[in-house]
């Protein structure tokens, strides 16, 4: 339960804005610029923090960013891993998944490449408290939706 003091502080929230923002390629184009614009948020700040804040992923890797704009033109944001789809993709060699999942096979993986992305996205906020065998159960089934078979062990 929040005390008194926490609800006479919170500030007022205008928007919570969802962007994928390519890794240290926040730039003030499109679509960096009309979304933060649009509530009068300072741009060259974002660009900067989110650039800084995500200079250790390789440049044009899609990380997903939430941003919550106060009405006081503040803004906090927090940046998640890229999605699971696009390390599935990277660490089966793929453009996209299959367009028959379930009767055409994409690529296969090892229990062994699931494990590695479980691992990463273990740091997210939303995983964070995940025991690491869900996070792989899970990462395993959106694995099966796109067409890309699990192995025990590569041949």
Sequence with gaps: MATLKEILTRRPVSATIRLTVPAGGARPAPPVGPALGQYRLNLMAFCKDFNARTQKY???????????????????????????????????????????????????????????????????????????????????????SMGIKVLNELE
């Design 58 to 144: 390789k440049p044009d890797t899609p990380m997903a960013v939430t941003i919550t704009a106060f009405k006081d033109n503040t803004f906090e944001f927090t940046v998640k891993s890229p999605s699971v789809t696009w390390y599935l993709k990277k660490a089966a060699g793929i453009e996209s998944g299959s367009s028959r999942p379930g009767h055409v096979v994409a690529s296969t993986l090892s229990v062994k490449h699931i494990y590695e992305i479980a691992k990463v996205k273990q740091s997210d906020p939303y995983c964070q408290y995940m025991p690491l065998e869900s996070i792989c159960k899970s990462i395993i089934g959106t694995a099966n």
